[in-house]
């Protein structure tokens, strides 16, 4: 076993609930590797009361914490967003500075990502990125995401299709590694509650059939207001509850620009509604897989909609173009972010007809043991000196 001293330090960044979640046996794995030290830094709404304090999570998990780095101290005006992003550049700038590590690993595409993969490429630090080669036309997050592909130095897609988007991008293939998801992966490995400890667990009775539903605001320029979105989204859902009697698990948006407003129209439709709806800030990841698996419909517009609900086989209602450009498998049903198209989207997905087709869905992510696919590549990885040369691009010659 190799000494503490020729371990390489790896920079592991999370700054939302879900991410920490796709996260998590990744950092599990590097915190068993005798090749790496990883530093896990927390970032973002885990750091905000306003989005539920989720470092909690990580804390409980008994994960070591190398730095909080609080980004959201600019409110919700129109600088609000750049002003986070050009704090978040100096902020982790000077932490790589300080601490000069020998990599840094980042998931996904929200701006705070963006930024910090941003600092670690001026500072000389080797990105390595998972889940680049994603396309979500209805959300900034999609030119995050690519800007993100083209600083990194190591690249984890989740599917094949786009493993070749990251390569036809100008990525090395051999720098590209088509590992699964992570998502695929929690559902097909982590325990989950039984019915009963789940419903115990947030205190709503889960014994009737009912929709598990995230919606987030949609931040591409063009993106319709994300309350009148909502409001679109709350009035199909009573529709449908008189029609049917469909109960509703809401969990509360992300940190995004009109998240508040969605979070605050979820909490005052929620209390009115009590007899057959709750609201949550945060499930954690064990608890939002366990009512996945339990739902009649996972409804909304969140990445777990289009992603992990193929694993599970339950039907899904993609609303709006938040997750335009993502593949969608057979057991999603995707519809405009208005009231009647939403409210006939639910009804199709409750259909018999509908859920047996959902439950012959075959996830396109599933690439086995993806955390350990991912550790095992960087343990080689953070050791080759040319992984700090600088990149060419590849234009397939």
């Known amino acids: 076993m190799q000494q503490s001293s020729e371990k390489k330090r790896l920079a592991v960044i999370t700054g939302t609930r879900a991410e920490y979640g796709l ?13 790496i030290i990883p530093l896990v830094i927390v970032t973002g709404a885990h750091l905000s009361a306003q989005y539920g304090q989720t470092v909690g999570e990580i804390e409980a998990d008994g994960v070591p914490i190398a730095a909080r780095i609080d980004i959201l101290r600019f409110g919700d005006g129109p600088l609000a967003l750049p002003d986070t992003v050009a704090y978040t550049i100096r902020e982790f700038a000077r932490w790589f500075e300080a601490e000069r590590p020998d990599g840094v690993l980042v998931l996904g595409d929200r701006y705070e990502i963006f930024a910090a993969a941003q600092a670690a490429a001026m500072m000389g630090v080797p990105i390595a990125h998972i889940s680049g080669g994603d396309v979500t ?23 094949e299709e ?14 590209v590694f088509n590992v699964g998801g992570l ?5 097909r490995t982590m325990p989950k509650l039984t ?18 539903v995230t919606f ?11 309350a009148v979105q909502m409001d679109s989204l709350l009035a199909a859902m009573e529709d449908v509850h008189a029609e049917t009697g469909l109960r509703y698990v809401v969990t509360k948006a992300n940190a995004d620009a009109g998240g508040a407003d969605i979070n605050a129209r979820i909490d005052a439709w929620a209390a009115g509604h009590a007899g057959y709806a709750a609201a949550y800030t945060s499930l954690g990841v064990r608890r939002y897989l366990s009512a996945m698996q339990y739902a009649a419909v996972v409804a909304g517009n969140s990445s777990s909609g289009v992603v992990e609900t193929p694993t599970f086989g339950v039907p899904a209602v993609n609303i709006g173009a938040r997750q335009a450009g993502r593949i969608v498998c057979p057991n999603v049903l ?16 409750l259909t018999p007809e509908f859920a047996a087709q959902a439950r012959r869905t075959v996830s396109p992510y599933n690439g086995g043991d993806t955390s350990g696919r991912i550790v095992a590549v960087l343990e080689k990885a953070l050791f080759c000196p040319e992984l700090t040369a600088p990149k060419g691009f590849y234009d397939g010659n």
Do not use: W
Request: proline content about 8%; charged content about 30%; hydrophobic content about 40%.
């Open 216 to 226: 987030h605001p949609e931040t591409a320029a063009c993106a319709p207001p994300a």
């Open 334 to 349: 995707c519809c405009p972010a208005q009231r009647e198209a939403i409210a006939q989207a639910l009804r199709t997905a």
């Open 137 to 159: 036309l209805g959300a900034a997050d999609d030119y995050y995401r690519h800007c993100i592909t083209k600083m990194a130095s190591l690249h984890f897609p989740s599917c």
């Open 23 to 35: 996260l998590r046996p990744v950092i599990f794995k590097l915190l068993k590797s005798d090749k």
């Open 195 to 212: 019915r009963a400890e789940l419903a115990g667990s947030i205190d709503f009775d889960l014994e009737r059939p009912f929709g598990l």
């Open 183 to 187: 998502g695929d992966e929690n559902i």
């Open 162 to 175: 786009y493993a070749r988007r990251v390569i036809r991008m100008g990525e090395d293939p051999r720098r």
